[in-house]
């Protein structure tokens, strides 16, 4: 085992993933009023999206705490990788800096990169596979932080979601804009800018026409798609995923098209019904 890939929980695993040894999860934390949970294997996706509809309060997330960093470093693996959700979204990238600044006091001869993804879920998942890609062709450490680097500079991310309510709970969007495009049916058909923050790229009415949009969106933006590999996540809406799916099999010609139902810090944010795309 000279590899080690630690992905913090707002990146959904493939399940060829949860059981290959190379991986390890960061978990974060949410809050939705009282009800506390660990975005890990316990998540209850049905019962924490019930909660969040009926809360008029805002759903909270914790990073994971350098210290939970720290544990998933150690091990055999002498170069080990952790990729966090944007640092414009989240601690979540400071706390594994800080986490591998304490452990490295303490293990000099380990290599330890923390990439910030810029993105959030698949983007992470993405990512994870181009690390473990490098690693398996036999690239050096640095080699493979530069290969992965570059990688993340030309990754695109992008959703749709069935509702705005989260977004005007945590203060990203007003009342009355929130209001008025739940009156219209408007589905803003949001991205990620080269910083890792989140934009609008366009809008349409009604959720079909908002998810073609976004298809459009995708493959105008996306170079070499036989070169690519594109996620799919979608916050339990696998009709709705599948059928996305079927447009950009139609669209474009993608080296592989994966689909993933949305962890914890995922569902917190895409909210029940939304699709999330990242290639």
């Known amino acids: 085992m000279s590899y080690k890939i630690v992905v913090d929980s707002c990146g959904e695993l493939k399940p060829e993933q949860k059981s290959d040894i190379h991986f390890a999860s960061a978990s974060l934390e949410l809050d939705v009023d009282d009800y506390h949970v660990v975005d890990d294997e316990s998540f209850d996706q049905k019962e924490f999206l019930r909660r969040v509809k009926e809360s008029p309060n805002c759903p909270k997330s914790t990073c994971p705490s350098p ?66 890609e490098c690693e398996e062709a036999g690239m050096e450490f640095q080699d493979v932080v530069k290969e992965v680097d570059r990688y993340i500079e030309t990754q695109h991310t992008f959703f749709v979601l069935e509702t705005l309510d989260t977004l005007r709970k945590n203060g990203r969007l007003s009342n009355l804009k929130a209001l008025v495009a739940g009156a219209l049916n408007i589905k803003p058909v949001m991205g990620s800018t080269p910083e890792g923050a989140i934009c609008q790229l366009s809008q349409a009415r009604g959720m079909n026409k908002a998810l073609e949009k976004m298809v459009q969106e995708v493959v105008a933006k996306t170079k070499n798609c036989e070169e690519k590999i594109l996620a799919i996540a979608h916050c339990n809406c696998p009709q709705r995923a599948a059928l996305v799916k079927e447009k950009l099999e139609k669209a474009a010609n993608f080296k592989d098209i994966f689909v993933l139902d949305t962890a914890g810090v995922s569902s917190l944010y895409a909210n029940d019904g939304g699709v999330i795309i990242a290639c």
């Not at 959700?85 to 330890?112: F, H, P, T, V």
């Not at 990169?113 to 993405?126: M, N, P, Q, R, W």
């Open 67 to 132: 210290e939970r960093y720290m544990t998933a470093f150690e091990g055999e693996a002498q170069n080990v990788y952790a990729v966090t959700l944007s640092s414009r979204l989240s601690g979540s990238y400071n706390s594994a800096e800080l986490g591998k600044k304490l452990y490295l006091e303490e293990n000099e001869n380990k290599n330890i990169h923390v990439f910030d993804s810029k993105s959030a879920s698949i983007g992470e998942t993405l990512i994870a596979m181009k690390i473990q």
